[in-house]
């Protein structure tokens, strides 16, 4: 069975401005888009398509009303008329170009018109395909490609650790300094600490003061917040320039993001661990599953609120991206959970098959000291891997903002 592909196709924008053709191919150099912003005195472009591009090479073509109702959704500004089309097969739909609007406001106007896709460009650099979803993959939605991303990004993670002797000059050139990263790393630490003996001191009582105050210093909540609008802040950088970063510009950003992000990772793994040692945490038990640890539980969940938090600009885009992160997180609790198991499984049936070839009674203790390793390891490992996955995400969502 054939795999279904979700990537960005390669295509070629087609214009006539000022009775001048122009073409531009996706990732390639234009000379005469180049020429183009410069006449204009724009820093960058976005084509939008009206219609889907179907993969076929004929096609009925898009009808004059439905073309004109989604232009009438554009946001207010000058748009020009011309086509996309796919460079493998000559297929073509009608489209719109406009200059100087980011990258995210296109892929709004895009989701709003009903496609897939838009291209961008700026002066001197390659056409650039984008997709409208920042998590869209390049490849199927597959258990390999998970998988995939997953390794992909405990390497990424390795390679930012051996380099993480880079993060005083990361930290000075992202627009903040050093003693304001300490100063972070001693409020989430400190406000964990008193969280916690907070929630001690209201054991036992109830009233919504107490359940508020449970919510606001749940384990997993509260170191999220805090450091995703550090990171929130980091993303500024971005924000102030003239336009935004082209894909190997985002390859050099996120050299001074990624040690930031291990650094921070560490500092909410440690707030985590606190506030589970001093307050009671879910364990979040279940009877079939076995018991998943709650320290890794909030770590995830925590890891995971991080990125809407950082990237959200508004309340609509909080809850958007805030819901497809919470998805990921419970797939993750689930998987290691699952796999925890299944681990118990294995073991139970090896210990089974053990007793029946030794002469001996295996002690009880040195059973418990043993499965305790294992279930140790397994954790420790699942929990690696969705978090190198996590990692591949975040990493594809700053550099394609």
Sequence with gaps: MSKKKNKVQPVEVRVRIDGIELTAATSKHSADFDQLLERKGANSFVFIPLAKLTGKKRCK?????????????????????????????????????????RRRDAREAAETVGVKQFVWGTHGAPVEGHLTKIFADDDAYSWDSARRRAFVGLRDIYATAVNIRDLPRAIEESQTTVERFKQLAYMVLGLAVAAGFLQMALLGTESWVTNLTRIAFYPSLMPAVLVGVYLRALMKKAEMQNRDFTASEARDNWTLVAPHLLTLWGLCYMAVIVLTWLQVVPSADMPFLGRTSGVSTSFIICVWMLL????????????SSAFESGIAALLSIFMIKLSLFVTNLITDALWKV????????????????????????AEVFFLAVLLGYAWSRTRQQFMRL
């Design 354 to 377: 053990a007793a029946a070839l030794v002469p001996f009674d295996i002690p009880e203790a040195l059973q418990r000291i043993i499965n305790g390793i294992i279930n140790f390891g």
């Design 308 to 319: 809407p938090i950082a990237q959200s600009h508004d309340v609509e885009s909080l809850f």
């Design 61 to 101: 073509a898009p009808r004059t009303a439905a073309v004109v109702r989604k232009k009438e959704k554009l946001p207010e500004g000058d748009w020009f008329d011309g086509e996309l089309r796919n460079s493998a097969n000559g297929e073509t739909v009608p489209g719109v170009l406009a200059f100087d609007i």
